[in-house]
């Protein structure tokens, strides 16, 4: 018998954890500053409850019906699709690899204010302490995944999730007593229905969604496999999306009065998390508490983000293979290690770079930016062309038109859209940001085309399952 979440709030808290990230409190607030403030809110909302929601829900149902890993679940529809679920697996640590070198930039923040000591961002970038925290959360992440669905992802998820919760609560409650509260809470929520015409700005708030929900990726497949027969999927989805919507609007409920209470840009995008909030925070009444818990739970956020990121191919690799899940996690941490080396040297003396970018940003512009839709696509796609089964049916009811049509056009749209350079990049993380979108299209398809290859290679590792209700 596979494993097994001990409860539903083990469970929720689990795909909360994965859901809430980096996305949330960094990455929203600064897609928010740079499209146009309250403006933002409509299409995003949206986004988040007309399309996210359904998707999750199919993901939930393959992923409990079959209660198998993502690659499995492909190879379920025919033979020949095992190669794609290898290429969202893939995709997946690629994303990861970047992910864990930004996650060791928060740890090494958090740890700076708990020292008292004032980071500047470019005084980090100088020394190579950025490539020392990725090697420490790489570790972290790696003995939280081997240790198992229970005893890992979901112990560590009860455990941190509150703290995160509660300490943003605390800050909003911090931010009220600022003088620029009102204005940053009437930047943050007076929709401008101007924007609404800005094709822009509607894409950036799907590509938003669907990275800060985690949906799309398999991701949300993968631990419905180990959740019970009883649990309401459709409940489960709104309970997500409603946590993960209400802490990007805490961070923005907090980061905003900062920005405003100093007088600097809130269109200062991804700098944002640590150029001008370390500044505001060294300026502030109590500004080390506040680092400390900013930081404090960013960094916990991150963190079981990054273990949902690797469970999915972990999940995959010890059904693809006899591997103990210690030994899957190793491998695969070790593959993703060598593959985050470049991007973890980019801000640092080495100076990693392609075409004279970042490595970092390199990886986030192209395959960071562009994979989500694609393996979106390919879960909606499948799940409900090729494979037209009656358990998606029935679990989806009405909604089963918007992910077979809708979302599939959507995806095509926004990817259209950002490929055109129409959408401003949502996590621009230095000052020169690529924008043109070959650039950042082609490297994004050379890598999923790759990882095709490999998939093909190994498609009859897998076993197909059966589908059940
Ligand atoms: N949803 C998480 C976040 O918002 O940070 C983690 C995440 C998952 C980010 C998948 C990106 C991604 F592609």
Redesign the pocket.
């Known amino acids: 018998m596979a494993e097994q979440w001990s409860s539903r709030l083990g469970f929720l808290l689990a795909t909360i954890g ?11 607030p600064s897609v928010v500053g740079q499209n146009g403030g309250g403006a933002y809110l409509v299409p995003y909302l949206f986004a988040a409850f007309v399309f996210a929601v359904p998707l999750l829900v199919l993901e939930f149902a393959v992923g409990r019906s079959l209660r198998t890993d993502v690659v499995s679940a492909f190879r379920t529809v025919g033979r020949r699709y095992a190669a794609l679920g290898w290429v969202v697996a893939g995709a ?1 640590l690629v ?2 690899s970047y ?1 864990l070198v930004l996650t060791g930039w928060v740890l090494s923040f958090f740890v700076a204010s708990l020292a008292g000591v004032t980071l500047t961002f470019d005084g980090f970038a100088a020394t190579y302490w950025p490539a020392v925290a990725f090697v420490v959360v790489t570790g972290v992440v790696a003995v939280v995944v081997s240790a198992g669905v229970k005893a890992g992802i979901e112990r560590l998820s009860t455990t941190v999730m509150p703290i995160v919760f509660v300490v943003l609560g605390g800050l909003a409650c911090y931010a009220v007593t600022l003088p620029g509260w009102a204005e940053g809470v009437a930047f943050f929520l007076t929709p401008r229905l101007s924007v609404l015409a800005d094709p822009g700005v509607w894409s950036a708030a799907f590509g938003q969604v ?5 949906v799309g ?1 398999g ?1 949300m497949l993968t631990y419905a496999a180990y959740v019970d027969e009883g649990t309401s999927l459709w409940k489960s989805a709104g309970v997500i999306a409603v946590a ?1 919507v209400a802490v990007a609007c805490a961070a923005g409920l907090v980061v905003f009065p900062i920005v405003f209470t100093l007088g600097v840009e809130p269109s200062a995008g991804t700098q944002l998390a640590f150029t001008t909030l370390p500044r505001a925070f060294a300026a502030m009444p109590f500004g080390r508490v506040v680092a400390v818990a900013f930081f404090g739970l960013l960094f916990l ?2 963190l079981t ?2 273990v ?2 690797l469970e999915v191919s972990v999940a995959s690799a010890t059904r693809a293979t006899e591997w103990s899940r210690p030994r899957a996690t190793a491998v695969l941490m070790g593959g993703v290690f060598c593959l985050g080396v470049p991007s973890a040297l980019s801000y640092t003396p080495a100076g990693a770079a392609v075409l004279g970018v970042p490595f970092l940003d390199f990886v986030d512009a192209s395959v ?1 930016t562009f ?2 839709p694609v393996t979106a696509f390919l879960l909606a796609v499948v799940f409900t062309w090729a494979a037209d089964t009656a358990v998606v049916r029935a679990e989806l009811g009405r909604a089963y038109p918007v992910v077979k049509y809708a979302i599939p056009i959507v995806l095509v749209a926004v990817t259209a859209t950002t490929a055109a350079g129409l959408a401003r990049p949502g996590w621009s993380l230095t000052a020169g940001s690529i924008s043109d979108g070959l650039v950042r299209v082609a490297p994004t398809f050379g890598v999923l085309a790759v990882l095709l290859g490999v998939g093909w290679l190994l498609r009859d590792r897998v076993r197909p399952r059966r589908w059940r209700r």
């Open positions: 994965a859901a809430v990230g980096l996305g949330n409190i960094w990455r929203f997946v994303i990861l992910y669907f990275f800060s929900l985690s990726q991701i993960d956020a991150a983000s990054a949902s990121l960071g994979a989500l």
